[in-house]
């Protein structure tokens, strides 16, 4: 297992600064995002970052013209097909910088298709939806030899996927295609699991990539989620992925605050 982190929680004035605090405080792998220009701000990060760090994931989705775009499951079809495209050239982008993957929330909020119970209800249609643009965008990910992550999201944010067991509903449904995975998130399974250690052997052959935050929303370590618990089935697991921090930083000082969370991850791996 391999630390990443955010590039945006990280102190810095410039991307190439980030890079070295990353690099000198001993981090693995930097997980890029795609608000402030989509593909474009990507690949001036990478640019920017020069090799220093690997680049592990991309998170986030925007439409070919850089604008954030979560419409997989949007009733429009241009909008879909504009998510569609702009997570195609993102998954080349990972394909080129050897990244694991892109991690994608299909929908924020509530449904955007009607509910034509007793025909379908609006979660079966967005299955269909989903089914539909995996089978399109699993094939391109694996062709660049990268996946397309499913992030499940907490209640508050997103009523679709909402454990990971939704994530690998869908998978399943669309043939289990190589070139996609899970993207398990461990503030957000403390919320919707009721236990995240099983939730993470069962989904098991599905997850790829970790995002990393306490329940506090901040870093690891603020908190009081049990992440040698999960570390440890990850480690029965041979899991081998990344485990990149997702959160905010607390305090003033947010180097100090880092520095003291990674030293903390780094000592619950041990215990694993």
């Known amino acids: 297992m391999k ?3 955010q590039l945006g929680l990280i102190p810095g004035p410039t991307t190439a600064a980030k890079a070295k605090w990353a690099h000198d405080n001993g981090v693995e792998g930097l997980e890029l995002g795609v608000w402030g220009g989509g593909l474009e701000k990507c690949l001036r990060d990478a640019e920017a970052i020069n090799g220093l760090v690997p680049i592990s994931s991309v998170c986030g989705n925007a439409d070919p013209d850089g604008n954030p775009c979560f419409d997989f499951l949007d009733p429009d079809k241009e909008r879909r097909r504009k998510a569609i495209e702009g997570s195609k050239e993102l998954l080349k982008f990972c394909g080129e910088v050897g990244a694991a993957g892109q991690i994608v929330p299909p929908i924020f909020g509530g ?4 509910d034509l119970s007793p025909y379908k209800t609006a979660i079966e249609l967005e ?3 989903m ?3 995996l089978q399109e ?9 990268t996946r397309f992550l499913l992030e499940p999201l907490n209640r508050y944010e997103q009523h679709y996927l909402r454990r990971l067991a ?17 993207l398990a998130d461990l503030f957000h399974m403390h919320i919707e699991e ?6 993470l052997r069962d989904a098991a052959k599905y997850v790829y990539h970790l995002h990393l935050a306490d329940n506090t929303r901040h870093e690891p370590g603020t908190g009081d989620i049990d992440f040698v618990a999960a570390f440890r089935v990850l480690s029965e697991l041979n899991f081998a992925g990344w ?7 607390s305090g003033e000082d947010k180097a100090a605050s880092l520095a003291k969370s990674l030293a903390f991850v780094r000592d619950c791996l041990t215990k694993k």
């Open 127 to 129: 299955d269909g939806l």
């Open 166 to 182: 939704d994530a690998q509903r869908v998978i399943e449904r669309a043939g289990a295609p190589e070139g996609v995975g899970i």
């Open 243 to 249: 485990l990149a921090y997702e959160c905010s930083i």
């Open 137 to 145: 965008l699993a094939p391109h990910a694996a062709a660049h030899n």
């Open 131 to 133: 089914v539909a643009a």
């Open 194 to 199: 009721t236990s995240s250690p099983q939730a």
């Open 111 to 114: 449904p955007k298709v009607p």
């Open 3 to 5: 630390i990443a982190l």
